[in-house]
């Protein structure tokens, strides 16, 4: 099944209306986000209707705070590979801008979701806002929903081991360098999705040669050394690996923009411009400056051993 994606909700054909569909920011697409899926997902089974989700894009929040720490788990490449592997048919990305910002409540019902989606059933978590001012809440789409032909409906806040399931606690986890915990209020390893560019190939001059990728606008895990999986999504190399990824600023080297470089166990090829999953699965070290070059070397030996060590037994 391939997902259609869309960013607008004007002009769609009929096919593409009518969805069941889920609608919020899914930041992660956490297990209380899947919780709201499925729940639009056995409406969709019973109305012979397509999957759908309502999302924006940007965030609102880099809307209203363009000023603010980065603070997304995922972008927007990674959020729709998530809900893709979920199978999900219509992924409705809605362009967050002035005009969608401008909206009342009861506007952004009638014109967004009724006359431009069509959607027959909505499926929302219950801290949900909406509208100019973030006037509509869960409670009113409700109300607003009936008043326009559409079934709403609240889903209950997922508990976790350790309280609610959100996207802030999953990002004060992954801060922290828990990426295992961060995974079980996930449902699934923490990803970070994106394109490869050319970096200063150091690592290739000390014999680990690296796929960079930017962690721009993103939330950052906690810098330093983990285990990874290693995904290629696009390209002649695509497959699934093993490797041990760095995140931070690279202390060696001088003062550098934060990013992410990997090293892919047993790979050989250049992946510039392809496009890449990384998913963290251990926590094996804080980032580091050492006083040579041997010995940084000899610790990134021992982190690929490690690194191994752990991936072998999942």
Not at 103 to 122: H, K, N, Y
Not at 180 to 200: C, K, S, T, W
Not at 243 to 269: C, H, K, Y
Not at 270 to 293: C, M, N, P, Q
Request: glycine residues 10%; proline residues 4%; hydrophobic residues 40%.
């Amino acid at each position: 099944m391939t997902m259609r994606s869309f960013q607008s909700w004007n002009d769609l054909n009929d096919e593409d209306r009518g969805a069941c569909a889920a609608i919020g920011n899914f930041d992660g697409v956490h297990i209380g986000h899947q919780a709201v899926i499925e729940i639009a997902r056995k409406h969709a089974r019973q109305n012979n209707a397509p999957l759908g989700i309502v999302t924006f894009e940007p965030h609102p929040r880099q809307v209203f705070a363009p000023t603010a720490p980065p603070f997304r788990l995922m972008n927007a490449e990674a959020r729709a590979n998530r809900l893709e592997k979920m199978e999900i048919e219509r992924l409705y990305q809605l362009p967050f801008n002035a005009e969608l910002a401008g909206l009342t409540a009861a506007e952004f019902v009638q014109q967004v979701l009724v006359d431009g989606l069509g959607l027959s059933t909505l499926v929302v978590g219950q801290d949900f806002k909406f509208g100019k001012g973030r006037t509509g809440t869960a409670q009113s789409l409700v109300s607003l929903g009936k008043k326009a032909g559409i079934t709403v409906i609240i889903a209950e806040l997922v508990q976790g081991e350790h309280g609610a399931v959100s996207s802030t606690a999953i990002r004060q986890l992954l801060a922290d360098g828990h990426p295992a915990r961060a995974a079980q209020m996930l449902g699934h390893l923490h990803r970070i999705d994106g394109e490869v560019f050319d970096g200063e190939k150091r690592g290739r001059e000390l014999g680990y040669p690296t796929a960079n990728m930017s962690i721009k606008g993103l939330h950052p895990p906690k810098f330093g050394v983990y285990a990874v999986k290693v995904d290629v999504l696009t390209g002649r190399h695509k497959g699934s690996y093993g490797g041990a990824a760095s995140v931070g600023v690279r202390p060696m080297f001088g003062d550098n923009q934060p990013n992410l470089e990997t090293f892919i166990f047993d790979f050989s090829g250049d992946l510039y411009g392809e496009h890449i999953s990384i998913a963290f699965v251990d926590y094996l070290r804080a980032e580091a400056k050492f006083d040579t070059l041997d010995q940084l070397v000899k610790q990134i030996d021992l982190d690929c051993e490690q690194a191994r060590e752990i991936l072998a037994k999942i």
